[in-house]
C-alpha cells in the first residue's frame, strides 16, 4: 500500500523534511529548493486563548539561507533570510506554547508551535546555529546564581540546556 501525500492543514504536528517531495500538499515554491540542509513543517496554530491563527509553514535551510513558505491559501510571500543578514535568533517556550523567532534587517518572523512534539524543532535549530555559528567557538563563562536555589525541575532543565551547548535565548 502507497500512502499518498496529505493537505498540510490537515496535519496537527511538527516533523522534519529531508526533501521537499517529503512536504505536505497545499504550499507553492516560486524557485527551486537547491541544496536542502534541513526542512521543518510547522502546521497550523488554530485560534486559542491569547493566540490568533497561523497558517502551516515550511522552514527549508541551505548553506546560505533560510526560506518560509507559508500554505498557499493564505496567500502570504515567502520569505527568504540570507544567513548572513539574520541579526536574532530565539528559540523558546513557556508550557505548552513554543516559538522561533528570527530577526533580520528591519523585520522579525516569530513562529509558534506546539511543544507536545518539540524534538523535530529542536533539531532545526540545531543544524541552523550550527551554519550561523561554525567557525565560532564557545568557552565556558562564569556562573552566578542570583535569588533562591532552583527546584529540581529547573535545575535538570538548566543542565539539560547546557549539555546541549546552547540557550534558551540567543541573540548575536
Known amino acids: 500500500m502507497v500512502a499518498s501525500r496529505v493537505d498540510s492543514e490537515d496535519y496537527r504536528f511538527p516533523f522534519e523534511i529531508a526533501s521537499i517531495e517529503e512536504a505536505p500538499l497545499g504550499f507553492v515554491l516560486s524557485e527551486p529548493v537547491t541544496d536542502l540542509v534541513a526542512g521543518l513543517f510547522l502546521p497550523s496554530a488554530g485560534h486559542g486563548w491569547l493566540r490568533r491563527s497561523t497558517p502551516p509553514r515550511l522552514l527549508l535551510l541551505n548553506s546560505s539561507s533560510l526560506t518560509i513558505v507559508s500554505h498557499s491559501k493564505f496567500g502570504e510571500p515567502a520569505v527568504s533570510i540570507p544567513l548572513t543578514e539574520m541579526t536574532g535568533l530565539e528559540s523558546a517556550y513557556a508550557l505548552l506554547i513554543g516559538w522561533v523567532r528570527f530577526n533580520y534587517p ?3 518572523v516569530t513562529l509558534p508551535y506546539n511543544t507536545r512534539v518539540w524534538r523535530p524543532i529542536d533539531k532545526f535549530m540545531r543544524r541552523l546555529r550550527a551554519l550561523l555559528f561554525h567557525d565560532q567557538s564557545v568557552r565556558a563563562g ?6 533562591s536555589v532552583l527546584d529540581i525541575k529547573f535545575t535538570n532543565a538548566r543542565q539539560r540546556v547546557r549539555r ?3 540557550s534558551c535565548r540567543e541573540l548575536f
Not at 142 to 147: L, M, N, P, R
Open 164 to 166: 546541549r551547548g546552547d
Open 106 to 108: 528591519n523585520a522579525t
Open 142 to 147: 562564569e556562573v552566578k546564581e542570583f535569588g
